[in-house]
């Protein structure tokens, strides 16, 4: 896998455990109980890929917004790291919150099977958004549109995964139960990844 593809599946990944998506999984869940197990499957599916187009059409924004400053590689890669490292820090600080925004639809009462899948797949919680908004930076330097909508895609499938997993397999179910635990120590694995990510962003641009 490429550094930008392993970087959104350990962010999506990430992001699902923090407290906040664990909450918005928990609304998912209890909204599933009392549906087939036909239901069940199909919208968690139809909740993980809508999620993922979502975030891979804003993956196609940033790569064509991103063209103007394709000749200024350099630069851009040093700029990209200073804001990784920058977004890290305020994770291990504990300053995260001053970044973080609940993106899509309120959560309510859907009025159909459909409807529900739709809305649960288009709202990100709020504690994903930083690391949104560093993948999305990342992809105004993408060198073309299938890359920025395949690298957001997969963080958004990452950031859907687990709980896909979960309605699929008991022993998932079990084991996410046991991450939720560790949900409050996210922040710092968060932090720690992007302060890497940011150094590795300037070496690559200096070396």
């Not at 923090?18 to 599916?45: N, Q, R």
């Not at 040093?78 to 899509?104: D, F, P, Q």
Request: charge should be positive.
């Amino acid at each position: 896998m490429t550094p930008e593809i392993t970087a959104a599946v350990f962010l999506g990944l990430l992001g699902f455990i923090e407290p906040c998506s664990i909450g918005s999984s928990a609304l998912f869940v209890k909204y599933l109980e009392g549906k087939s197990a036909a239901a069940v499957k199909l919208e968690t599916i139809v909740f993980a890929g809508t999620r993922a187009l979502v975030l891979g059409s804003l993956g196609v924004v940033a790569a064509l917004a991103g063209l103007p400053f394709l000749s200024y590689q350099r630069a851009f890669w040093i700029g990209l790291g200073v804001l990784y490292a920058l977004v890290g820090m305020l994770y291990l600080s504990g300053h995260e919150r001053l970044l973080t925004r609940r993106l899509g639809p309120k959560l309510g009462r859907p009025p159909s099977a459909a409807a529900a899948g739709l809305l649960f797949g288009l709202n990100i919680p709020a504690c994903a958004t930083p690391l949104l908004a560093v993948l999305f930076a990342a992809n105004l330097g993408a060198a073309n549109v299938a890359r920025g909508f395949g690298t957001m895609a997969i963080f958004g499938l990452a950031l859907s995964f687990p709980l896909v997993l979960a309605v699929y397999s008991a022993r998932a179910r079990e084991a996410l139960v046991r991450l939720a635990s560790y949900a409050d120590q996210v922040p710092r694995w968060t932090g720690t990844l992007l302060i890497v990510l940011g150094a590795w962003s300037i070496f690559s641009a200096i070396r």
